[in-house]
Structures are given as structure tokens and as C-alpha cells.
């Protein structure tokens, strides 16, 4: 299936000074940007063909790819000067790279990479800057079995405030952690069908309009998902997740734990 990663937003919450035009998804996690981790993810599961929706420091992102170092992330023999790869990271990605505007909503970004989507009546599509260790064949195979436009993950609120229940007479009853609520927030991870596109009006929202409205009709199904799953809205996120990297304890490196399996075997 086709991969739709909308990475063209501004990421100011991610920028560490007023001349830092790399954009949010480039920002890096040990030896590879965001948007490798979560292309890497995909490709685990046999998903290699992307779409990438560009806007804001787009040429970041191509440059990134157009001049790919193999040898960075694989192991290799260098023999006679030349380096002999024993494997390979990107070699059967097929990367679509698509202007989609400095200011277009996600849904608007969405609309206007369609037609490189051939018709497919189904696709995925995310964020650049999401990780999870979520079960990806799955939540693809719970899509196709149920009649529904669209599928999005859903994941406890991040937040560590506590909401506080209060009296009438300003006497607090009770106080409970924001994640410990029945609560859901949109993770990304989208699994989509065509119809999606009948709900997304020009510069609309994939969330606020399309989704939405699909809910409105009783097709948006969605896919709870307790597991590892980290944003990357702030800096202090993502120096968490390099800071996690270093230490190894990267869940969402799927593609690691089956390499480890191999070689011990």
C-alpha cells in the first residue's frame, strides 16, 4: 500500500533559533531524522512506496535522500576504497516528492497529492513525526474487514496535568491524571479509502473535516492503541527520544528486534 506522510508544517515548537529553517521532521533521533524512523517503520512491514507531502524547508528533506549515506546506518566491507554494503535500508523505497505549499492544511496537502495515489482504494497516511510500536497489520487488516472511510490510531492524552473535580462550594472532590481519563486522543496512523476525499473541502483539514464528517456518518473507525506511541511537538520531546536511542530502548525500531532474532539464531 501507498504511504502518504504529511511532513511540510513549520514545526516552530521544534525550532532552536529564529534562522533554523529545518523543518520538524528532520530534526534527528541518534544517527537518522524523524522522518527515516517513521518511513523505516513502514518499509518493516513491506509498506516502501511514499508520498511525501512538502512545504516548509522541503529541500532539507530531498537533499537528505538525494544524497543518501547507506554506510551510516548498515554495515559494510570497504575493500579496494569501495564500500561493499551487507545490507541495505532504502535500496527498494520508491519516494515520491510533492510541493504541497508553505500554508496548506493537512487535508489540502492530502487532496493535492491524490492523483499520484493511482486510484488505489486504499492507502496509509501519518505524520512525520509520530513513532509507535503499534501492530501495523493489523490495524490495517481491522480496516479492510469493516465497512468504513477512514481509520485513525488513538491513544491515551499525553498530558501530565490532573483534572480537578469541584463542589459547588469550591471544595475539590476529586483529582485524576488527564491520561487516567476515558479519554482518546488522535494518534495518527491512518488507514484510508478513497472516500475520504469526498469530505475534504479546498484548504480543509483531514482531522477537522474529513474525519469528522465520516464520524458524522458513522464510518471513521478507530484503532485504541495503549502501547508505545511518543510525538515529537517540542524539543524537549525529541531530545527525549534521542536521549532514549542512545541508551537502546528504541521500541519503535521493529526492524532492529527481527535483525537481533536473526543474528542469534
Known amino acids: ?26 530534526a534527528m533521533v541518534g544517527p537518522r ?28 528533506i530531498k537533499n537528505f535522500f538525494l544524497t543518501y549515506e547507506e554506510t551510516t546506518s548498515n554495515d559494510f566491507v570497504l575493500r579496494g576504497g569501495r564500500a ?8 527498494d523505497w520508491s519516494i515520491t516528492f510533492v510541493q504541497t505549499g508553505i ?50 490510531m488513538v491513544v491515551p492524552p499525553q498530558s501530565s496535568f490532573h483534572c480537578v473535580e469541584m463542589t459547588e462550594d469550591g471544595m475539590v472532590g476529586g483529582i485524576t491524571a488527564v ?20 469530505h475534504i473541502p479546498e484548504n480543509g483539514d483531514l482531522v477537522a473535516d474529513g474525519c469528522a464528517e465520516l464520524a458524522k456518518r458513522g464510518r471513521l473507525l478507530a484503532y485504541p492503541y495503549r502501547g508505545f506511541w511518543k510525538p515529537t511537538d517540542t524539543v524537549k520531546e525529541r531530545f527525549a527520544l534521542d536521549a532514549a536511542y542512545s541508551r537502546g530502548e ?12 536473526v543474528r542469534t539464531a
Open 1 to 26: 500500500m501507498k504511504v502518504v506522510l504529511f511532513c511540510g508544517g513549520y514545526g516552530m515548537r521544534m525550532r532552536s533559533g529564529a534562522s533554523d529553517d529545518v523543518p520538524k521532521p528532520m
Open 33 to 60: 531524522p524523524l522522518i527515516w524512523h517513521v518511513m523505516r517503520y513502514y518499509a518493516h512491514f513491506g509498506h516502501t512506496d511514499f508520498i511525501l507531502c512538502l512545504g516548509y524547508g522541503a529541500h532539507h
Open 84 to 91: 561493499e554494503l551487507l545490507s541495505t535500508d532504502i535500496s
Open 103 to 152: 500554508e496548506s492544511a493537512i487535508g489540502e496537502r492530502l487532496r493535492r497529492v491524490r492523483e499520484y495515489l493511482d486510484g488505489d482504494e486504499m492507502f496509509l497516511a501519518n505524520y512525520a513525526d509520530v513513532l509507535t510500536d503499534a501492530p501495523l497489520p493489523e490495524m490495517i487488516d481491522r480496516f479492510a474487514a469493516r465497512d468504513a472511510g477512514a481509520s485513525m
Open 179 to 198: 491520561s487516567d481519563m476515558p479519554l482518546w486522543e488522535n494518534g495518527g496512523y491512518f488507514v484510508l479509502r478513497q472516500e475520504v476525499f469526498d
Open 250 to 261: 528504541r521500541p519503535w525500531a521493529l526492524w532492529e528486534r527481527d535483525h537481533a532474532t
